[in-house]
């Protein structure tokens, strides 16, 4: 018996190591082989389920977490329930049912109102809700329990920078590398706050960091970025270059991007919509409020231009949403690749209304009174065709930026699963062509849809090209709008050091400092149509 012990003990050790490794697929097919002479143990039920949540699963590992709750249905306390209620609520949250996802945190800190897990969790979800007050609450709550731990003061740095509040933000992040000097992310983010010179004790300390030999290559693609930024700063453009790459080409690699399936994706949404006639759309009318879908490619501005509107007493800057692409992919997302109706059968009519009024009620879980929402998550300019379905009444905004500016901001940060695009030179300009070209079909399509927005007029002629936005919106002019530096709406975005400082121009042009580095993507975005 404790032979058998010890076994399963080693076993479990190991599959936990795989899990933190990011071996996901491994970890599920062990686990599969364990569950059939152990159907029951919880352990290796929550890390399977765990798996099955990191590789986005969700349905899956819902019914996993359902399931362990059942086999406790006797434990009157509730306490060996703990894990997979806070797992089920964490799915919840990721599947945007945030009322199941916060009834279950309650319910889990009724039980036990030091459960760590749970506190930070909910911290989470009202940080993804915009009640980042509320949110700071619970991560401090977390640290009195335990203050030892990573992600609480990540997550509390996180917070602290969507507020603006970058000293608080800073803090937080040395904390964590006061407990870990091995959380390199970190110092890509306390990175964005810092001015860097040849004497700066944070560079001087990535730089020892990065010559380590036994490295992972998160930490790698971390520093990498990081350092490409301390040296631009320097202007030491050369070296700034030397880490981006190398930053860039890891990463690149790890995402084991593949260009055809985006080319796909913009040849269906074009075809989809060549022959529709928009004229025939009925009015879908799901919610008093009205959105305004700030869209383009992202480092094109779009942070700043949702600071500028979301600055009106009558707008709510609710931020970089992913409702509309979580609700394109549950609903045309099959195999791996997009599958539109066709728009002009009737019987799809009332699976439109549906996906907007599920878009609404995500919608609702801000608290605002605000008649008018602004949604800037980038992308969506993908949607445009459907965004003018779905919401006939709503306002888009698309943001321009100079083309080789663009493209280098691009390759100087890093972003989400979605936009591994950017990791590669190639790569970008080929999403680039496929951005340009549907943009010119939906400006065809939809010519008074879309205001064009060009980030170079709004810090040359701020007054006038501002008011001009205003009106667009269809509203009335409101001088803090000129002072949307003021206001106090949060930033989750890469963008928020610069989009709570008033306007400049240091970042026009600045692919001058690099051009020599990239001769074929710039010359070949001079040259487009």
């Known amino acids: 018996m404790n032979n058998n012990f010890e076994k399963f003990k080693k076993k479990a050790d190991q599959l936990v190591s795989h899990y933190n490794a990011g071996n996901y697929v491994f970890v599920i097919q062990q686990i599969n082989i364990l569950l059939k002479k152990q159907p029951k143990n919880q352990f290796i039920l929550n890390l399977f389920g765990s798996s099955h949540h990191k590789l986005g699963n969700l349905d899956i590992a819902k019914k996993v977490f359902l399931h362990i709750i059942q086999l406790n249905k006797n434990d009157l306390i509730g306490t060996n329930n703990l894990a997979p209620m806070n797992n089920l609520a964490n799915i919840y949250k990721d599947l945007l049912k945030f009322e199941d996802a916060e009834i279950l945190y309650k319910e889990i800190l009724k039980i036990n109102s030091n459960y760590i897990n749970a506190i930070v969790n909910y911290g989470s979800l009202k940080y993804q809700l915009n009640e980042l007050n509320d949110a700071v609450i619970f991560y401090k709550r977390a640290l009195k329990i335990n203050y030892h731990s990573i992600i609480t003061h990540y997550n509390l740095g996180l917070t602290y920078q969507s507020q603006g509040k970058f000293e608080y933000a800073k803090s937080s992040f040395h904390e964590v590398l006061k407990i870990d000097p091995n959380m390199h992310i970190v110092d890509r983010m306390i990175s964005r706050f810092i001015k860097y010179d040849e004497n700066n004790s944070h560079l001087i300390n990535m730089l020892e960091k990065i010559k380590k030999t036994n490295l992972n290559n998160e930490s790698k693609i971390n520093l ?306």
């Open 224 to 529: 990498n970025f990081a350092l490409g930024k301390a040296y631009e700063d320097m202007k030491d453009f050369k070296k700034s270059f030397f880490y981006l790459e190398h930053g860039n080409n890891l990463k690149n690699k790890i995402s084991k991007y593949n260009p055809n399936d985006d080319n796909q994706l913009f040849k269906v949404i074009i075809d989809t919509f060549k022959t529709y006639n928009f004229d025939n759309i009925n009015d879908i009318k799901n919610s008093n409020k009205q959105i305004i879908f700030i869209v383009g490619l992202p480092r094109s501005g779009t942070s700043l231009i949702e600071q500028i509107v979301s600055s009106h007493s009558k707008v709510y800057g609710a931020g970089e949403l992913n409702f509309l692409e979580n609700l394109m992919r549950s609903n045309f997302l099959l195999d791996n690749k997009f599958k539109f109706p066709n728009l002009n059968e009737h019987k799809n009519l009332n699976f439109f209304l549906e996906i907007s009024k599920k878009y609404f009620e995500l919608i609702n879980y801000f608290k605002t009174e605000d008649p008018i929402i602004t949604d800037k998550a980038p992308l969506n300019f993908r949607w445009i065709g459907f965004i003018k379905i779905f919401f006939p009444n709503a306002k888009v905004i698309h943001c321009v930026r100079q083309p080789k500016d663009n493209c280098l901001s691009l390759y100087k940060n890093i972003f989400d699963e979605n936009q591994n695009w950017t990791y590669n030179q190639d790569n970008l300009l080929n999403y680039y062509k496929n951005y340009r070209k549907l943009m010119s079909f939906w400006k065809k399509k939809l010519p008074n849809f879309i205001y064009e927005c060009r980030y170079e007029d709004i810090i040359d002629n701020p007054n006038n090209k501002i008011a001009d936005l205003i009106k667009f919106c269809d509203l009335e002019w409101e001088d803090q709008c000129l002072e949307f530096y003021k206001s106090e709406r949060p930033i989750k975005t890469v963008s928020v050091a610069q989009a709570n400082q008033p306007l400049y121009n240091t970042s026009i042009s600045s692919n001058k400092n690099f051009e020599i580095f990239f001769k074929d993507l710039f010359f070949n975005l001079d040259n487009l149509a």
